[in-house]
């Protein structure tokens, strides 16, 4: 690997950036992110080894185009300590000219001095926790806001001039199709840029996977979940966004270009507990523990967990997989050019196959999902990669 | 005659020359026994001759140890548990595979004595190698456990025993345990066997009780072996074990004459001639001695490569001069069952076959030959002689070849003739003919004996009247214990009767089997077909009335084991044209992962690529993946158990 500033020479550097906040006031019964509840005791510590883990892996700052935080609950930092992580963050990565840099936030958390803090530092999209306008259904999946924290973190993100986006679950246990509609219409009254739309998986190691184990909860039936994701598939395109991603969508102009990034095959730089980055070929995610992660960088070690050198090809085949879940699907001419590899020395079998059974559409020139692919697209990967 | 296969030869010697070149020697052996002043015979009224037949579990190698060690064979610092279970899978198991034998030295009355334990399998799978043994000796501890009592094959055992003339001293086991019930397992060997048993001795193998008095017993009740030590040469073959470094090492007794080493001798059944390069006892270790004589039981070394050449059962006779007569008995193996073994990996096929000339090189009983499967592949069917085998068989290729094997359900072999008057024999069951061509369909038929408290006989009786069963006689061992005979099917016993058994029983139920001939039944075959294509590896025989319900079973199980696919995937058995049973597992709906950021991409990869992985070890019929598991399916019964399986 080129040491990062020979790198730098060759205009091969990163453009995108993400940190890692792994704070929550409570772990909610189906999240299996990395992060500590209950410990903002740790803060300082936290401030402390980000910057020395930007000292140690970046060695100087390092521009990017597009920056995110997430968590974890960035929010839960309040004005003052995202004050002080927007100031690092930039320090280690200044934004060039046109940037996207968003910040995640719990509607609960989202008061005046947050937005006002967060429009200061330069933040211009604000991604929204919030799941459900439902009351019911936010308790069942033990968040701590209400539907009017929702529309009060909206508004006061309008009035800093940050773009919105919701973030939705669906096939919640008992929820109704009728439900989840209800859901997608607030949240597309709000008006935001972008939505998110996320059914519910149940994670090892959470309390709901222990409790569907138990049968306390039981999973939505594949065919109604399948029914909610068409529904909003629908719904949303009607109201005008565009579906560029299996789970998201956005108003023309207003996608993620930072989680593009991910899905093109780019690198991305990334600091924090559980945080994982691209950089020069090798993928490497931080310890998933907090305090592990604090000890380690505190201690003068590497907080690196897991690290991956990929080959070529495998970089290729996963670059093909991760696009192909873009719903504008991939050049052929795209993506020779990007890996050296053609699509179809890579997986033409599999594709005339999946071309045959409608899964996939094919051109010529750009292949992409078809509805039907999309919606069984899991199950098409392992046979490109 | 030139001996050896090329292939077995080149694979033990790692070269390829043939002929009775001498094999590496181990290294010399100063421990020759007895000390040189033996004679150049024994005495034949100084010798017995003996086996020790018991059901499983109830202390047979466990007394084995026990006499060694009372006879001083072996010292109490040298004791080993079980030191007659050569072979680490007999150990893991706790049950005989191969015959052996052990000889001891005892002082009785002033007499020195010979005593020849030969150590006989205990399994219906092995009965010929049993009958081979039992025909070496003259009499048979019969061991019964004292708290157990008389099981299923301790009857078919002792009557093995009985039928060879041999002298019967029963020896109730486990004595010393609190539930110890010795009159009334006294009262099931009288009732069951027609034995005396007011002599039966109680000991405890466990703990040394009474042993010294199976000892005298052996020498006072069992009568020592005839023969003359000055006729021509006539020795019995009663097993063979494969040693690295000697090749086949022969257990045999000697019936008449003296054999030395040195000697030319010759294999009556196979023919074949070679020279004693040793001979001697094993006590237990092999310990050499100049010469065997009538009565004596011991191993030959002869330079054989190869155990497929040492036929069990056969007569060793001297080469040159006057020639003894065959000894009557003599059979060749018979497998009973069959199956399909395949590498899960293609690329392995040329890995198993070394492997399976391997193990055939230790155990001649079991043959392979290729076979093509559509499903499979390239593979091998394989014949065995009983269940048993079959299992230890696979678990010796598992345990000897790293290969990852996909085995086909186990059928037995068919006699089929077809309308031309021509007889097939079938061992796998897609070889059976268009029913049109069939005139008559053979099935082997056996004669199984069920022992079980006697509250359990209405469910087995029912179990083999489903069976479809043919009663043969009830008894009562005691007013507790049953014994039933029923002539079943050899394929229902295949299929799943020991452990309908078990369970019908809740594991108090034993039982046994003897093959009794071929009988033309209602069979057909069944085949079944994934997305309208056959899967030969799948097809059966069963009864034609049973025809439904297997299929359903064998369809609703392969609904279960087949992970859905991007496409529908219809299922269905048929006889012939006929479409008997049918399920559809419909197409995938949704499978699609919401979330995949930046962290995600990794694991998600490495998920698909294990996803990758695990579809290669399927086997691809048409477009559908079949996992291996899902080739046993056809073992499913269709009856439920209260939910559990007993398999």
Redesign the interface.
């Given at each position: 690997m080129l040491p990062i500033h020979l790198q730098a020479r060759k205009n091969l550097m990163p453009r995108a950036a993400?940190i890692h906040v792994p704070f929550c006031s409570h772990r909610c019964g189906y999240c299996n992110f990395a992060l500590v509840a209950g410990r903002l005791d740790l803060v300082p510590s936290y401030f402390e080894a980000l910057q020395r883990e930007f000292h140690s892996q970046l060695v100087e700052p390092r521009e990017v185009d597009t920056l995110y935080f997430?968590g974890g609950t960035p929010s839960q930092l309040g004005a003052e300590g995202l004050a002080r992580l927007a100031e690092l963050a930039t320090h280690w990565h200044p934004l060039a000219e046109g940037f996207e840099w968003t910040v995640e936030t719990n509607p609960a958390d989202m008061d005046a001095a947050v937005a006002q803090a967060l429009g200061a530092a330069g933040v211009n999209r604000l991604s929204l926790g919030s799941q459900s306008f439902r009351p019911a259904k936010l308790e069942l999946l033990e968040r701590d806001h209400r539907a009017e924290d929702i529309q009060r973190s909206v508004e006061l993100a309008r009035q800093q001039g940050m773009a919105v986006s919701l973030d939705l679950i669906f096939a919640t246990p008992g929820e109704t199709l009728q439900q989840w509609l209800d859901d997608l219409r607030l949240a597309i009254g709000l008006e935001p840029e972008h939505i998110s739309?996320?059914?519910l998986?149940f994670e090892k190691g959470t309390t709901y996977w222990g409790r569907r184990e138990r049968g306390e909860l039981e999973s939505a039936e594949?065919?109604l979940?399948?029914d909610m994701?068409l529904a909003a598939i629908e719904e949303l395109a009607a109201a005008g966004f565009e579906h560029y991603e299996?789970?998201n969508f956005a108003r023309p102009g207003h996608r993620s270009r930072h989680?593009e990034a991910?899905?093109r095959g780019d690198e991305?730089y990334?600091a924090g507990p559980?945080?994982?980055?691209?950089v020069a070929g090798v993928?490497e995610?931080n310890h998933r523990s907090t305090t592990t992660y604090l000890k380690r960088v505190l201690a003068g070690e590497s907080p690196v967990d897991?690290r991956?050198q990929l080959t070529d090809e495998?970089r290729a085949r996963?670059r093909l997989?991760?696009a192909l879940?873009r719903l504008e699907g991939l050049r052929r001419e795209d993506f020779a050019a990007a890996t050296g590899f053609t699509i179809d020395e890579l997986a033409a079998e599999a594709i005339q196959?999946f071309v045959e059974?409608k899964?996939l559409d094919d051109d010529g020139q750009r292949i992409r999902l078809s509805r039907e692919g999309?919606?069984?697209?899991?199950?098409?990967?392992?046979?490109m990669? | 005659m030139r001996s050896g296969s090329p292939c077995a030869l080149a694979f033990w010697l790692g070269t390829a020359e043939l002929g009775d070149k001498p094999v590496r020697e181990p290294p010399p052996r100063p421990d020759l026994w007895p000390p040189a002043s033996a004679a150049t015979f024994m005495d034949p009224k100084y010798i017995r001759n003996f086996s020790i037949i018991a059901h499983i579990d109830h202390g047979k190698s466990t007394l084995a140890d026990r006499l060694l060690e009372v006879t001083g064979t072996v010292s109490l610092r040298e004791m080993k548990e079980q030191l007659l279970d050569d072979m680490d899978l007999e150990r893991q198991r706790g049950i005989t595979i191969k015959a052996n034998s052990v000889s001891m030295r005892v002082k009785h009355e002033g007499q020195e004595y010979e005593l020849n334990l030969i150590d006989t399998p205990g399994h219906v799978d092995f009965q010929y190698e049993v009958s081979r043994s039992l025909t070496c000796c003259e009499g048979a501890l019969l061991l019964v456990d004292a708290f157990q009592g008389v099981e299923a094959q301790t009857v078919a055992n002792a009557y093995n025993a009985i039928e060879h003339d041999l002298e019967i001293v029963p020896v109730l086991n486990k004595i010393d345990l609190t539930h110890a019930r010795p009159d009334e397992v006294k009262e099931e060997i009288e009732h069951t066997l027609g034995l005396d048993a007011t002599e039966a001795i109680g000991c405890s193998a466990k703990t040394g009780l009474n042993c010294d008095q199976v000892i005298k017993a052996v020498i006072d009740r069992i009568p020592p072996p005839t023969g003359d030590p000055k006729a021509p040469l006539q020795a019995m073959v009663f097993d063979s074990v494969y040693d690295e470094f000697r090749g086949a090492i022969i257990f045999v007794r000697v019936m008449n004459g003296t054999v030395k080493k040195g000697a030319r001798i010759k294999f009556l059944q196979a023919g074949t001639e070679h020279d004693v390069v040793e001979l001697g006892q094993k006590t237990p270790k092999r310990t050499a001695k100049p010469s065997l004589s009538a009565g004596q039981v011991g191993y030959m070394v002869c330079n054989i490569k190869s155990l497929g050449q040492v036929h069990i059962g056969d007569t060793v006779t001297v080469a040159r001069g006057e020639q003894a007569k065959a000894l009557p008995g003599y059979e060749e193996p018979k497998r009973m069952v069959f199956c399909g073994l395949y590498p899960s990996d293609g690329q392995d096929f040329e890995t198993l076959r070394e492997a399976l000339g391997k193990l055939q090189v230790n155990d001649p009983s079991f043959v392979f030959e290729p076979e093509t499967s559509d499903a499979l592949g390239f593979g091998f069917r394989c014949g065995f002689l009983g269940l048993l085998h079959m299992e230890i068989v696979q678990q010796r290729l598992e345990q000897e070849a790293d290969i990852d094997l996909v085995q086909t359900a186990p059928n037995v072999t068919y006699k089929i003739q077809k309308k031309d008057g021509e007889w097939l024999e079938v061992h796998t069951p897609t070889r059976v003919p268009e029913m049109g061509e069939i005139e008559e369909f053979q099935q082997p038929i056996v004669r199984v004996s069920f022992v079980m408290p006697a509250e359990y006989v209405g469910g087995i009786m029912k179990l083999c009247a489903d069976r479809r069963g043919i009663f043969v006689r009830q008894e009562y061992l005691s007013p507790t214990r049953v014994m039933l005979v029923y002539d079943i099917a050899l394929a229902e016993v295949v299929y799943d009767l020991h452990d309908k058994l078990k369970s019908t029983t809740k594991g108090y139920g034993t039982m046994d089997y003897e093959l009794r001939g071929y009988e033309p039944g209602d069979l057909v075959r069944m085949d079944i077909l994934v997305k309208n294509e056959r899967v030969d590896a799948l097809s059966i025989v069963c009864d034609r009335r049973d025809a439904d319900t297997r299929g359903r079973a064998v369809i609703k199980k392969l609904k279960q084991e087949i992970p859905r696919?991007?496409?529908e995937v219809a299922l269905q058995a048929a006889i012939g044209t006929r479409i008997i049973a049918r399920e559809t597992i419909s197409a995938?709906?949704?499978?699609?992962?919401?979330?995949?950021?930046?962290?995600d991409?990794?694991r998600?990869?490495k998920l698909?690529?294990k996803?990758?992985e695990g579809?290669k070890r399927m086997k691809s019929i048409g477009?559908v993946d079949i996992p291996q598991k899902a080739f046993l399916a056809v073992l499913e019964t269709g009856e439920e158990e209260g939910g559990v399986k007993s398999r």
């Open positions: 993400y997430g739309v996320y059914g998986t594949d065919e979940e399948r994701y299996v789970s989680n991910y899905w991305y990334a559980g945080a994982a980055r691209y993928r995610t897991e991956e495998s996963e997989v991760f879940r196959r059974w899964l999309l919606l069984v697209s899991d199950a098409m990967w392992p046979e990669l | 696919h991007m496409f995938m709906r949704k499978n699609v992962t919401a979330k995949c950021y930046g962290g991409i990794s998600k990869r698909w690529e996803q990758k579809k477009q």
